[in-house]
């Protein structure tokens, strides 16, 4: 279990109400942890919502459930994260708003939709982009992976078919970037 100081406000700790771990170890690893970027940590939540729709998928339904659950799980995920993010981008920004902090519930609402549609419409670039990469991820990951079946001393070795993705994917996303210019 890691154990945090908290340090006052105005200390060369950082600002008030931070926490800081006391075992070195511990702070190495928060420390590595704010250098991935959001753009990882998003294609990880969506990878595992993937791979969890998958083991779903293929529980109830076999090899093809498991394609449909992978592709489900991942897509769904990717729209989770994208709504999630835009809602706290828009919150964040209307919490430093004096008439934001002043009107009624219903009125903070209303502000907040509009402003989480605001940071939406934003990001719809960086929206085709990371579909483009999501669909030709599972298309590319579990064709070469069934390919790689029919090679024996593949045949068991777990998410063979991520490592061909990972390598071919970013490639197609740069390739959609300049055919959209």
């Known amino acids: 279990m890691v154990s945090y100081n908290r340090h006052p406000a105005g200390s060369p700790g950082g600002k008030g109400g931070q926490f800081a771990p006391k075992n070195k170890k511990a702070a190495a690893l928060v420390k590595l942890a704010k250098k991935i970027d959001?753009?990882?940590?998003?294609?990880?939540?969506?990878?595992t919502a993937g791979l969890a729709g998958s083991i779903a998928g293929g529980a109830v339904a076999g090899p093809l459930g498991a394609l449909a659950g992978d592709l489900v799980g991942?897509?769904?995920?990717?729209?989770?994260?994208n709504v999630g993010t835009s809602v706290m981008t828009a919150k964040d920004k209307l919490s430093r708003n004096k008439r934001f902090q002043r009107a009624r519930a219903l009125e903070k609402t209303k502000q907040l939709i509009q402003a989480t549609l605001i940071e939406m419409s934003k990001n719809e670039d960086n929206l085709g982009d990371e579909l483009t990469g999501d669909l030709s991820?599972?298309?590319?990951g579990n064709a070469s992976a069934m390919g790689?079946?029919?090679?024996?001393?593949?045949?068991?070795?777990?998410?063979?078919?991520?490592?061909?993705?990972?390598?071919?994917?970013?490639?197609?996303?740069?390739?959609?970037?300049?055919?959209?210019?």
């Open 148 to 181: 790689l079946n029919l090679v024996s001393s593949l045949a068991g070795v777990p998410m063979k078919g991520a490592v061909v993705a990972m390598a071919t994917v970013p490639k197609l996303v740069k390739l959609r970037r300049k055919l959209k210019q």
């Open 38 to 47: 959001q753009a990882t940590v998003k294609d990880m939540a969506v990878n």
């Open 137 to 140: 991820g599972w298309l590319i």
């Open 74 to 81: 991942a897509l769904a995920a990717r729209q989770a994260v």
